[in-house]
């Protein structure tokens, strides 16, 4: 239930001020878990599952490798920096909010 997209310094020069590139949140959708995990729009997300994030490529991997372990709890730790403020949390995806579409 969110959309991530790549940046630089020239696509995101505000958020490269932060971290040197990588990737950050472009949308949340509402209702949905990354809402209800707290993640905003202009999040960088820096690691999920403890594996560093660099590219949307490593995002889609990690999350597929998630949806594929059924033994697994339906939650992935991640850290983010919002501003200067790097912080953890919790994204429980056992919901799916797109039964609903």
């Known amino acids: 239930n969110l959309t991530v997209k790549e940046f630089n310094e020239f696509s995101e020069p505000e958020l490269y001020f932060y971290e040197k590139g ?3 949140v472009n949308g949340v959708r509402s209702p949905g878990n990354a809402q209800r995990s707290g993640l905003r729009r202009r999040d960088i997300i820096l690691k999920m599952d403890g594996r ?4 949307v490529a490593d995002v889609r ?9 059924t033994k697994r709890q339906p939650r992935v730790l991640l850290e983010i920096r919002r501003g200067q403020f790097k912080q953890p949390l919790v ?3 056992k919901e799916d909010f797109t039964k609903g579409d």
Do not use: N, R, S
């Open 52 to 55: 560093e994030v660099k590219t």
């Open 61 to 69: 991997k990690i999350y597929d490798e998630l949806l594929a372990d």
């Open 22 to 24: 990588g990737v950050f």
């Open 91 to 93: 994204l429980d995806y």
